[in-house]
């Protein structure tokens, strides 16, 4: 009865291993001084190096004792290359709406737009996922649409859900709301809100993926889970917008949110990193390093706490101010602003974002 747990994706734990990768793999173009401050895209808007370390480098063991470096393997599965992707969101409790749209305006920035939103942009860092192909030699799709939304007001399966509930809280959206069955281009997307408190959720993950099961939705298609945790643990799963306590006296402090709102815009990044995992590795069988397929290492994981150049080596790397002080590292639709971490590149074969100096 028990399903394979899911997988784990955005990991709270980084380990040192990839700590040291990264500060190997970044000491190369990490000259630039953080202290003077370089004009990017706009005259009025800076590039800083806020000098705060990634967000955990603490207790995951999963590398420990492994020799060779990052192994990223195609293991032959699908990835989502029908174009284009359609989520279907789920919002389970209450959502305000200026949440909503924020969420929206992020979801909608991933797909090329005419004109094109100014760089570096969201559908830039979308980009990189389209150099994944699966054995036919089809790329990840670089259209993303939000298909349909069905909004949970009522908890329907209450404020305290397993991994496995996620599934029954989808059943419910499924069959409540108009959403068609798209087995070619679908993927869920389930949303907590802040009062919802979820398995593992701020302990160990900030969002995971996996796939439905049929007994359990009725037919299987990727879905990702990522929850607000602005009053459970920004300081974990919004990270760099609330620090913990341990940081917060010295240091720069948290950096203040591009949208003022430090439980979301924490969101957006996670949301970004399990749909990059979700596209690449829908059935868990496609894109991942590790040997351990019940926790593997994906795209967005070997990554994690990397927003510019220069990170690693105990920073989070460039990123940009407003003049508002807010903190950003890429542009999306409607004149907003995110800060999203970046992803593997199997090109590059290192962690690639549009806001890259070189
Ligand atoms: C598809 O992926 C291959 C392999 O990474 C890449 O060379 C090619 O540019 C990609 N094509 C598109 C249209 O993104």
């Known amino acids: 009865m028990a399903p394979a747990p899911p997988t784990h994706v955005f990991f709270v734990s980084t380990s040192l291993f990839i700590f040291l990768f990264h500060y190997f793999i970044t000491t190369a173009h990490s000259a630039s001084s953080p202290s003077s401050p370089q004009a990017l895209n706009t005259n009025t808007d800076y590039m800083i190096n806020p000098k705060l370390p990634p967000r955990a480098l603490t207790s995951s063991k999963k590398f420990e004792g492994s020799s060779n470096l990052v192994n990223l393997r195609y293991h032959m599965g699908p990835v989502l290359t029908s174009s284009p992707i359609n989520l279907y969101l789920i919002w389970y409790g209450l959502w305000a709406p200026s949440q909503k749209l924020l969420i929206k305006d992020f979801l909608l920035s991933l797909s090329p737009s005419t004109p094109a939103t100014p760089s570096p942009s969201v559908s830039d860092w979308w980009r990189t996922l389209s150099l994944y192909t699966d054995q036919t030699g089809a790329n990840v799709s670089r259209t ?35 959403f068609p069955v798209d087995h070619r281009n ?75 709102d430090v439980g979301v815009d924490g969101m957006i990044s996670v949301i970004g990193h399990e749909l990059a995992e979700l596209s690449t590795n829908p059935l868990v ?9 019940t926790a593997p290492t994906e795209i967005g994981d070997l990554c994690e706490g990397l927003y510019g150049t220069g990170g690693g080596g105990g920073y989070i790397g460039q990123v940009m101010r407003d003049q508002g002080g807010r903190t950003y590292n890429m542009n999306g639709r409607n004149g907003r602003r995110f800060l999203v971490q970046w992803i593997w590149s199997p090109v590059l074969q290192a962690c690639a974002g549009p806001n890259a100096l070189d």
Request: glycine letters at 10%; aromatic letters at 12%.
């Open 186 to 260: 679908g993927a869920f997307l389930v949303l907590t809100s802040q009062d919802v408190v979820v398995q593992d959720f701020c302990r160990a993950v900030c969002g995971f993926h996996y796939f439905t099961f049929p007994s359990m939705v009725g037919y299987t298609l990727p879905y990702a889970w990522v929850g607000n945790s602005a009053k459970q643990c920004p300081e974990v799963c919004a990270y760099p917008f609330a620090l913990p306590a341990y940081m917060a006296g010295g240091g720069p402090g948290a950096l203040a949110p591009p949208n003022r």
């Open 144 to 178: 993303v649409l939000v298909a349909g939304e069905y909004s949970d007001l009522r908890h329907s399966h209450g404020t305290q859900l397993t991994r496995l509930s996620i599934q029954q809280v989808i059943s419910t959206a499924v069959k409540s709301a108009p």
């Open 285 to 293: 069988n496609a894109w991942y390093a590790g040997e351990d397929p």
